[in-house]
T-cell receptor, first 115, second 113 residues
């Protein structure tokens, strides 16, 4: 059974720091991996989608990497800002037959960026 | 485009009541799904549909019913609400391509007393 783990569960950093959020998954048979942002009481906003054949994706100050063979992904946030404070969720689309490729989520990392 | 929409935003039910959470998308997506989000548990799949007339169970389907009569709509029915169903419910959609990005609605916060 595919399991997704995110470490750390919570992270507090001063403004301006570069930081890395980690995501690991137990089964490398995935179609893709998606990083989401969730603000308190809100829905999920897609940040980056990495296909299984890709190594990384970039959007502005965000860079996500994928090492499928080792079951790891990282989300790198450069020059963090207080507006980056949110919970970041990692989800993999697994490749199990008959499952239609549903998303399996980690429990998230709650990021707080202090001014 | 409105994307994925959900109604209501908030709902309070008494134990034993039934209700339907609405979900609609205007992107002509074949695939739609329902998740629930609970503290410390992450998001878990309830039911999903790969097209009109086709539905299947996810990880936590008990107590919920779904149908998909049109491509646009995928309602989630709570048959007899229980306090354990207090949660935030998210609807999502994507195209049928296995590499497609998934889009989420804003959520429905449900409290069962």
């Amino acid at each position: 059974k595919q399991e997704v783990t995110q470490i750390p569960a919570a992270l507090s950093v001063p403004e301006g720091e570069n930081l890395v959020l980690n995501c690991s998954f137990t089964d490398s048979a995935i179609y893709n991996l998606q990083w989401f942002r969730q603000d308190p009481g809100k829905g999920l906003t897609s940040l980056l989608l990495i296909q299984s054949s890709q190594r990384e994706q970039t959007s502005g100050r965000l860079n996500a990497s994928l090492d499928k063979s080792s079951g790891r992904s990282t989300l790198y946030i450069a020059a963090s800002q207080p507006g980056d404070s949110a919970t970041y969720l990692c989800a993999v689309r697994h490749d199990y037959g008959g499952s239609q490729g549903n998303l399996i989520f980690g429990k998230g990392t709650k990021l707080s960026v202090k001014p | 485009n409105a994307g994925v929409t959900q109604t209501p935003k908030f709902q309070v039910l008494k134990t034993g009541q039934s209700m339907t959470l609405q979900c609609a998308q205007d992107m002509n997506h074949e695939y739609m799904s329902w998740y629930r989000q609970d503290p410390g548990m992450g998001l878990r799949l309830i039911h999903y549909s790969v097209g009109a007339g086709i539905t299947d169970q996810g990880e936590v389907p008990n107590g919920y019913n779904v149908s998909r009569s049109t491509t646009e709509d995928f309602p989630l029915r709570l048959l007899s609400a229980a306090p354990s169903q207090t949660s935030v419910y998210f609807c999502a959609s994507r195209t049928g391509h296995p590499l497609a990005e998934q889009y989420f609605g804003p959520g429905t916060r449900l409290t069962v007393t």
